[in-house]
């Protein structure tokens, strides 16, 4: 069965910058795509970075110029670094790799306040 595990959230000021990572287990094939969403309270599930396995990547408006996804294919591992953090950056953000399949991480918590 494969599992996503999302990891590097954490609180941080306005500014700052958080890597995360997040590697699946269980699988022995490569996803096609491999997206970072996140969510706040009371909001919609929007996607933030998402790539693909022929190397197209696109961002939200919001973030691009600030945060950059990367990915190991033999590895299924995805990263988002995340640079000059603001605070409408709180979320809780979730890793999503799909082709063949669908699936989902739990979330990991980014915080930024002062």
């Known amino acids: 069965q494969v599992q996503l595990v999302e990891s590097g959230g954490g609180l941080v000021q306005p500014g700052g910058s958080l890597r995360l990572s997040c590697e699946a287990s269980g699988s022995v094939f490569s996803f096609n795509s491999m997206d970072w969403h996140r969510q706040t309270p009371g909001k919609q599930r929007e996607l933030v970075a998402a790539s693909t396995g022929d190397g197209r990547i696109r961002y939200a408006d919001s973030v691009r110029g600030r945060f950059t996804v990367s990915r190991v294919n033999a590895k299924n591992i995805v990263y988002l670094q995340m640079n000059n953090l603001k605070t409408e950056d709180t979320a809780v953000y979730y890793c999503?790799?799909?082709?063949?399949?669908?699936?989902w991480g739990r979330g990991t918590q980014v915080t930024v306040s002062s």
């Open positions: 999503h790799f799909w082709g063949p399949g669908a699936y």
